[in-house]
């Protein structure tokens, strides 16, 4: 492999604020506060540890106005102590107002294609005309087009982020649950601002499954170069998890694209404090972006008879294993290899074969161990998300010695109700928190057990599955 060759895709400059996203730029990392929007105290002591570690955007949940005012004063009292040097955003679901009030507060407003303007997913296919559809996209172009006037009035930049879990109803019933979904779920609002001659905009499309982020980010990168269009791209895998799986998985994703020259910013979605993603990221960034990276030096993978053969003499087994599936992860895929065989002098042979099956199951091609898809957690999040998630883990491990079935599954774990349905995906089953103290469980995106109170919820879905 020539890795002398590789370059980033070109992109065009987006400004935040006084940061400026594109591949005339540094990729850029960022990361999202986990503390309650309201609590102006504990966000700007955890925006200074955030920046301290190296973020340099940093967003934030942003439910409705009150949250709009409390970004207003988070924000005038990190400005003197940062120089205004780290850029804020707000989240905002389905309330397309917020979005418009918060573009006045804040350097980039993050709206999600999926419930901008459509009304919270209820799963249902709807059979539209060509007419009705048409309408939908012109009730759309109206709402978005005055969004991005208040955007160019306060010099506000705009991410689209679509996340495969929440397309609409909409998109759904004409598309599926499909990579062109995803991407006309975001070619629809690019289309618009390409007609309104907006340009500061960066598009996020993210999955929890790391084949199915891979080929939409690449499926969206060959449409828009169809229109001509060269927007930044943020690169995430969503619900990662936590610990070595949830930096594995995100390792795979991420670096199957950064390796592709692809990715204008990162962020590393881990169910952990925000300041502890952005080591991950950075490793990530430099070991494709430093000239000094081993990348660069020696070190590198190929295929041979369907196996991926990677050889590295890195001596820190948390860089060694991001670094292994990072590169393993896209040549698993593009050249349809069923095996790893890592070779390092520093690890045993047992370690080595862990890694190798912990990066086959975060490419999907094997699943070896239960699988848990969990949500990073923000200002919603309706339990301690770390101790919740470890409970969880270990009473799956206790229940897979007399169930060993337990370990073809995967149980996604999420912190509040409002995406968490359909953020889970894939998952096979949920662990949803619904309000202070109580978890509903789901089947798929089907609901089986509601508000149920926490200290029963963990067992009330291993009985249920076991007994299915």
Sequence with gaps: MDFANYTRRKTSTTHVGKLSI???????????????TNDIEGCVAQAMRCREAGAELLRYTTQGVREVESLRLIHELLQPRVDDSLPLVADVHFQANVADEAAKVVEKVRINPGNYIDPARKFKHIDYTDEEYAAELQRLRERFTAFLHICREHKTAVRLGVNHGSLSDRIMSRYGDTPA????????????????????????IKASNTRVMVDTVRLLVRQMDREQMAFPLHLGVTEAG???????????????????????????????????????????????????????????????????RYASEVDD???????????????????????????????????????????????????????FVSCPGCGR??????????????????????????????????????????????????????????????????CIRMNIPQEQAVQTLIDYIVKE
């Design 381 to 446: 999040t309706l339990f301690g998300l770390e101790e919740t998630i470890a409970a969880i883990k270990a009473a799956f491990r206790e229940a897979e010695k007399t169930h060993p079935e337990l370990r073809t599954l995967k149980i996604g774990i999420m912190g509040c109700i409002v995406n968490g349905p359909g953020e889970m995906a894939d998952a096979d089953y949920g662990y949803v928190g619904a309000a202070r103290g109580k978890v509903s469980l789901y089947k798929n995106k089907t």
């Design 242 to 308: 936590e610990g070595e799986d949830g930096r594995i998985k995100s390792a795979v994703g991420i670096g199957a694209l950064l390796a592709d020259g692809i990715g204008d910013t990162i962020r590393v979605s881990l169910s952990e404090a925000p300041e502890a993603e952005i080591p991950v990221a950075r490793a990530l960034r430099d070991y494709f972006a430093d000239p000094q990276s081993p990348r660069y030096n020696g070190v590198g993978a190929m295929v041979t008879d369907g196996t991926v």
């Design 22 to 36: 594109g591949s005339a730029y540094p990729i850029r990392i960022q990361t999202m506060a986990n503390t309650s």
């Design 181 to 204: 979904g995803m991407v006309e779920s975001v070619m629809e609002f690019l289309r618009v601002a390409v007609d309104e001659r907006f340009t500061d905009i960066v598009i996020s």
């Design 317 to 371: 087994r948390a860089l060694f294993q991001l670094q292994a599936a990072a590169e393993c992860g896209r040549l698993l895929w593009d050249n349809d290899a069923k095996l790893i065989e890592l070779r390092n002098p520093h690890f045993s042979a047992d370690e080595l074969e862990r890694l190798g099956k912990d990066i086959l199951q975060a490419a999907g091609v094997m699943r070896y161990k239960t699988e």
